[in-house]
């Protein structure tokens, strides 16, 4: 009779097991579906390869993301120095939240901006890839934005 309960809850453990390490399985899977790009190819190397771009599309391309690096990277500390002053809650700081608004406005404007630029490079059936990819890069929550996909 023990010999048999100690088989019972051997069954119930390793099915308990499995059905966690499936449902943890499937999380998983789902956040991925969400993330085009996690752990794979730097974005700029993923964009100007499903584009196809040449080597004058792509040395131009560069520049692009040389120069949107630099000015991001600016933009970005911006935003960290505006968090933390937001977040100081002996000394409120009423600005702070205006400040750190105005401030990932400026990253989105140069993210379109660098967007825009690199449209403009793009020749015939590239322009229709890149509208392809520029929607699945924006609801990817690698760019921050998850938004409803679109039956286009």
């Given at each position: 009779?023990?010999?048999?309960?100690?088989?019972?809850?051997?069954?119930?453990?390793?099915?308990?097991?499995?059905?966690?390490?499936?449902?943890?399985?499937?999380?998983?899977?789902?956040?991925?579906?969400?993330?085009?790009?996690?752990?794979?190819?730097?974005?700029?190397?993923?964009?100007?390869?499903?584009?196809?771009?040449?080597?004058?599309?792509?040395?131009?391309?560069?520049?692009?993301?040389?120069?949107?690096?630099?000015?991001?990277?600016?933009?970005?500390?911006?935003?960290?120095?505006?968090k933390?002053?937001?977040?100081?809650?002996?000394?409120?700081?009423?600005?702070?939240?205006?400040?750190?608004?105005?401030t990932?406005?400026?990253?989105?404007?140069?993210?379109y901006?660098?967007?825009?630029?690199?449209?403009?490079?793009?020749?015939?059936?590239?322009?229709?890839?890149?509208?392809?990819?520029?929607?699945?890069?924006?609801?990817?929550?690698?760019?921050?934005?998850?938004?409803?996909?679109?039956?286009?």
């Amino acid at each position: 009779m023990v010999n048999q309960r100690k088989k019972v809850w051997t069954w119930v453990f390793g099915i308990g097991l499995f059905i966690n390490v499936l449902a943890l399985g499937f999380f998983v899977f789902n956040e991925f579906q969400h993330r085009p790009f996690p752990g794979g190819p730097q974005l700029k190397n993923v964009i100007a390869d499903e584009l196809q771009f040449n080597e004058q599309q792509r040395t131009i391309y560069a520049g692009f993301v040389k120069n949107h690096q630099d000015q991001s990277a600016e933009i970005r500390n911006e935003i960290a120095n505006a968090k933390k002053a937001y977040y100081q809650f002996e000394h409120k700081n009423p600005q702070a939240l205006q400040q750190l608004t105005a401030t990932y406005g400026k990253l989105d404007s140069l993210n379109y901006a660098h967007f825009r630029d690199i449209r403009g490079l793009c020749k015939g059936p590239q322009i229709k890839a890149f509208d392809r990819l520029v929607e699945k890069i924006l609801t990817s929550s690698n760019f921050g934005f998850m938004g409803p996909k679109s039956n286009r």
